[in-house]
């Protein structure tokens, strides 16, 4: 029998989550806790052979960090990273974390269930692609990498001055994205530009 842990900062996924999973006779919900820096805590406890871990959990601790501390000390542990937000760099991180698979909740085909049973079975899964949601009259997916970085910096609420030097691009260069993005989206400034983004949950100051 697989034992579960699941980390998600919110009662109600925490118990859909454990109805869904203890509705399986392949599983065993040890634990749903609601704080990722708790999680090892429960490792060290009980054998803990698959973890459901959200990316943002409670007291802003970060369950991607989490997961990278765990599979460290408990590298046969199986962790699915998860998170309702279509924020662009969640995927890289939960891969460099070590994770194993990664849910998106609210987009895709893939059920719980499927993805769980999957990941204990020794596959990997990952999304094909980003969700795609709107940012003014733009689809998320038609930024570069670079523009979200831009983007991202300003999310921050750093300068031109400051993105210059976090980027290591030229004054001219940041204006210039700066320039298509404002484009792309059809806003006026980078304010109203932040605050969509931030709202869409497709860029996140800190995670």
Request: proline share 3%; glycine share 4%; hydrophobic share 40%.
């Amino acid at each position: 029998m697989t034992k579960v842990l699941i980390v998600d900062d919110s009662r109600v996924s925490r118990e859909a989550f454990e109805r869904t999973l203890s509705a399986d006779p392949g599983y065993l919900v040890v634990a749903a806790i609601e704080n990722a820096a708790n999680a090892e805590i429960a490792c060290m406890s009980d054998q803990i052979d698959l973890i459901l871990m959200d990316v943002c959990t409670a007291d802003d601790e970060s369950g991607i960090r989490a997961a990278g501390k765990i599979k460290k000390n408990y590298p046969n542990t199986k962790i699915i990273v998860m998170t309702s937000m279509p924020e662009y760099s969640f995927i890289q991180k939960a891969k460099d974390s070590g994770s194993d698979s990664f849910w998106y909740k609210e987009y895709g085909e893939t059920s719980l269930l499927e993805i769980c049973n999957r990941t204990v079975q020794g596959e990997r899964v990952w999304p094909d692609a980003l969700p795609v949601v709107m940012i003014g009259l733009a689809r998320s997916d038609e930024f570069t990498e670079r523009e979200l970085e831009v983007i991202r910096e300003l999310a921050q609420g750093s300068r031109y001055e400051d993105i210059t030097e976090a980027l290591h691009i030229s004054m001219n260069t940041v204006k210039y994205h700066v320039k298509n993005i404002l484009l792309k989206t059809g806003f006026k400034t980078t304010l109203q530009l932040v605050a969509e983004v931030v709202e869409k949950r497709l860029i996140l100051p800190k995670y």
